[in-house]
């Protein structure tokens, strides 16, 4: 384990405070005691097939039922077998028939001001439309979409749009480069790709169609026939004859009627690519109805969320957090999802809090880093506004320090609000491990207990439970609705990932999450950190493989090793340690260029926050990297632990005077 992670053990484990739900929360909510909490818990272990069949039934649509709730072959699961389901017609049709066809279904606010409200009646009109007009150019059932979008409502209608027709979407986070976008397009076989003009972050524009041209030159992505293309920026873009369709054009010949596509339970609903410990980023493969009802559950019960409510999640629909918790899991229950394009930013570091009060926000869900950035910008921001609206506040992303945990309480929440510290992945789909906010006890720093139905332990790497509270792997041990199906076009790294990490018993397989944890006394789970080769920057999952790829890819470099370093703001931050090509020499110019070269290739955010070049790297007398000596070295410790497999110790003696 890392050294970070040791750290964060230690400072843990001093976290004595413990905070009750208040009373007026658990009055009104759905779960409002933590023996309702622990009935739930033990229904779903006792049973788990006769708890999700019933919520099955009972939360949605099915246009024909299952004939087996789960089919586990060990490592694959079939959830719902045999049943046919379409989650854009739990997410919008279904609630036309009710009050809520006028009820907001979206509500955006653009970053430079403008904004927009869709009701379930507008947005499922325009879902259908977009699904007609993907149709028109010759999207079928099964095709895969790729989506490069800013954070426009039609980001969410492109994605329900597929949905409904069955082609399943990989969303690209619009902050990757060209590059990283052609890689993912061609690992998924694309046939469409859905972008805009441009989209606004930080008062800049980002050229989302010039970087799909970039993929697509030279035939780079050669699946791709047709680019679907949004206005929002209004700058001069090129529009490719024959291959490139404005959207506002194709809308005006297609009709607004189109029948959701019955789709079998295990029909793929998304691919979304996430970064591993090795190789290039995976296809993490979600299907249908699993998926739809854990992300459904999920946020019913963690947000607690009503029909009064208005529920911000101020992720970007290019990760999961923005599929789940945007999208799928707030329209399925008919709630009202705020959708916002802009992040803090020197123009406007007060923009987070201006929302809230404009829309009267009650249930805010973000992430760590940003808690931290707020407060550093100070409490002068949040104070300026009226905040009172809110009733619940959540986190996700990565562990969170107890003192920011008790700012976000103090400062946003206003001490009235519970918080709720959700753990899960891309590959678990939905939270794994979060309180209920109306029932469990609060400790800052904890994601607090499994959600119903997730059997999580913390075990050693043979599979065994550590004793008492030391730390371990985080695992889990039953399937659940939301959980990954295979990783795309390559079901043996979804075995060797995240089944056999920890080799199987007697045919019992765990899911391996990648996080080291530690359970304490109350059964608490408290999230170390990941225990492999990725680097978690401000709650962007990057491998350090795909980081050290890209340095190599530059014909400066002859090695690179990149590791992460603790960072106050952004939990951790990229340091490339690197050696060059003879002809070189390190210079300040080669730094930034270094710099730029990774960010064209994956994107600024894997850019490296610090370059440092030497002649060796410390290997083993097998060649491997030692990343753990090069973890210390960048974050100035001492160089603890047994260096005795070292190839040449004089590497070590001038990394650390500063080569
Ligand atoms: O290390 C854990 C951390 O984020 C990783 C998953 O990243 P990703 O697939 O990008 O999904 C992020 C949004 C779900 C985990 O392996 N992580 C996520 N939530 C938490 C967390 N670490 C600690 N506490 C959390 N609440």
Redesign the pocket.
């Known amino acids: 384990m890392t050294q970070a992670t040791q750290a964060t053990i230690e400072s843990i484990l001093q976290e004595k405070r413990l905070f009750a739900p208040p009373p007026e929360f658990s009055q009104q909510a759905y779960v409002g005691s933590f023996s309702e909490y622990q009935q739930l818990y033990d229904k779903a272990k006792a049973n788990p097939e006769q708890f999700w069949g019933e919520l099955a039934e009972q939360e949605l649509h099915w246009f024909q039922k299952w004939n087996k709730v789960l089919d586990w072959q060990p490592p694959f699961a079939q959830w719902f077998v045999g049943g046919k389901i379409n989650i854009s017609y739990n997410c919008l049709d279904r609630h036309l028939t009710t009050w809520r066809k006028n009820k907001a279904a979206l509500i955006w606010e653009g970053e430079p001001g403008d904004s927009r409200t869709l009701t379930y009646a507008q947005l499922h009109r325009e879902v259908c439309q977009f699904a007609n007009a993907m149709k028109q150019l010759g999207i079928k059932k099964g095709d895969r979409v790729g989506i490069y979008m800013p954070m426009i409502p039609e980001a969410a209608i492109a994605m329900l749009a597929c949905a409904r027709i069955g082609a399943p979407h990989s969303v690209v986070f619009g902050g990757f480069s060209a590059e990283a976008l052609k890689d993912r397009l061609v690992d998924a076989q694309a046939k469409l790709v859905i972008t805009a003009d441009g989209g606004y972050r930080k008062d800049n524009i980002i050229p989302l169609k010039e970087q799909v041209d970039r993929a697509l030159a030279d035939n780079g992505a050669p699946t791709v026939e047709n680019v679907l293309v949004v206005r929002r920026s209004q700058q001069q873009i090129h529009m490719e004859p024959g291959r490139d369709h404005w959207w506002h054009d194709l809308k005006q010949e297609v009709s607004a009627d189109c029948p959701a596509e019955p789709m079998d339970s295990e029909d793929v609903l998304f691919i979304l690519y996430?970064?591993g410990s090795t190789g290039k980023p995976k296809g993490v493969v979600h299907t249908t109805g699993g998926y739809n009802l854990y992300t459904h559950m999920t946020t019913k019960w963690i947000f607690d969320i009503k029909d009064t409510d208005v529920y911000w999640c101020t992720?970007d629909i290019g990760?999961?957090?923005g599929h789940s918790y945007i999208i799928y899991g707030p329209l399925s229950n008919g709630a009202t999802s705020l959708m916002y394009e802009g992040v803090p930013r020197p123009s406007n570091p007060g923009c987070f809090w201006d929302i809230v009060e404009k829309y009267g926000v009650n249930i805010f869900y973000t992430a760590?880093t940003a808690i931290r950035t707020f407060i550093k910008m100070g409490e002068h921001l949040p104070k300026a506004r009226d905040l009172s609206s809110l009733r619940l506040l959540g986190?996700?992303?990565?562990?969170?320090n107890p003192e920011a945990w008790m700012w976000y309480y103090r400062v946003i929440g206003g001490e009235r609000c519970p918080i709720t510290?959700?753990?899960?992945?891309?590959?678990?789909g939905g939270h794994m491990?979060?309180s209920f906010p109306g029932a469990i006890p609060m400790k800052p720093g904890s994601?607090t207990l499994p959600f119903p139905g997730v059997v999580a332990d913390v075990v050693d790497l043979d599979g065994n439970p550590v004793k008492g509270e030391e730390g371990g792997y985080l695992v889990i041990k039953h399937p659940w609705p939301g959980m990954l199906r295979t990783v795309y076009n390559n079901p043996d790294r979804y075995r060797s990932t995240y089944w056999e990490h920890i080799p199987p018993k007697n045919e019992q397989y765990v899911y391996f999450?990648?996080?080291g944890a530690r359970k304490d006394k109350d059964g608490y789970f408290w999230?170390m950190?990941?225990v492999d080769d990725?680097i978690?920057v401000s709650?962007?999952?990057l491998g350090t493989m795909e980081i050290e790829s890209a340095l190599v890819s530059h014909p400066a470099v002859a090695e690179a090793a990149v590791v992460g370093k603790p960072d106050e703001v952004m939990g951790e931050s990229i340091v490339a340690f690197v050696t060059l090509e003879s002809k070189y020499s390190p210079s300040e110019g080669l730094i930034n260029e270094l710099r730029q070269h990774v960010s064209k290739e994956i994107g600024p955010i894997a850019r490296p926050g610090e370059i440092r070049f030497t002649d060796a790297l410390p290997k083993t007398r097998s060649g491997k990297i030692m990343r753990r000596l090069l973890r210390s070295i960048a974050s100035g410790q001492e160089v603890a632990g047994d260096t005795s497999t070292l190839e040449d110790r004089s590497v070590l003696d001038k990394l650390r005077g500063g080569a």
């Open positions: 996430t970064s992720a990760w999961i957090t760590p986190t996700v992303g990565e562990p969170i510290d959700t753990w899960w992945q891309t590959e678990t491990i979060a994601a999450s990648g996080d999230i950190g990941r990725v978690n709650g962007h999952r």
